[in-house]
Every structure is written in structure tokens, then in C-alpha cells.
């Protein structure tokens, strides 16, 4: 069985960072992309960026600059590290893996930039 799960997120002022982290365990022979999305309240869940197995990255116009997606393979972890944040930023963070053929998302983590 295999489980993902987001971490890391919290309150922050704006223009400060945050780390969130995606991990994923279980019986995993490969993650292959993973995507970061996020839900501000009363929004549709949009895609902020992902990370091919290669390590190829892409982000939202929206982040472009201030947001940064790198992965550990050896930890079957993927990071968002996320700068300069603002309150438009605000919202559930999700994690979605391609994992042996099969996608799966965690449940989320909270993130909240105050003006």
C-alpha cells in the first residue's frame, strides 16, 4: 500500500518562506512526476508546478521566481520551496505522485501568508 503525505505548512507573513515537503511510502519501485497543485477557499485546485523522474521542472506564471520544486529520490521526497510569498499564496497545498503507474494524492497542508 502506499501512502503520500504533505508537510510543512504553516502561518507566515508576507514575504517570508516556507518549505513543504511531499513523502511518499509503501511499496514503491518508481515515482515518476509529481505535481504540487493548491486550493485557496471557495477556488478551483490549480497546478502550481511538478518535477519529471529527471528532475525537469515547470511552474505557473503565477510562482515563476519565488517558488522551487526539487526532489529526493533516495528519500521518495519531493520539496516546495516557496520565497517572497504573498497572500494570494494562501491556500491547501496538494501533492499529486505518479507512482508505479498509479496516481495518488495526499490530503494536503495547510499554508497561510498574512499582509
Known amino acids: 500500500q502506499v501512502h503520500v503525505v504533505e508537510s510543512g505548512g504553516g502561518s507566515v507573513q508576507a514575504g517570508g518562506s516556507l518549505r513543504i515537503s511531499c513523502a511518499a511510502s509503501?511499496?514503491?519501485?518508481?515515482?515518476?512526476?509529481v505535481g504540487w497543485f493548491r486550493q485557496a477557499p471557495g477556488d478551483r485546485r490549480e497546478l502550481v508546478g511538478g518535477i519529471t523522474s529527471g528532475g525537469m521542472t515547470n511552474y505557473d506564471d503565477s510562482v515563476k521566481g519565488r517558488f522551487t520544486i526539487s526532489r529526493d529520490n533516495a528519500k521518495n521526497t519531493v520539496y516546495l520551496q516557496m520565497n517572497s510569498l504573498k497572500p494570494e499564496d494562501t491556500g491547501i497545498y496538494y501533492c499529486r505522485a505518479l507512482i508505479d503507474g498509479t496516481d495518488y494524492w495526499g490530503e494536503g497542508t495547510l499554508v497561510t501568508v498574512s499582509a
Open positions: 509503501g511499496s514503491i519501485r518508481s515515482i515518476n512526476g
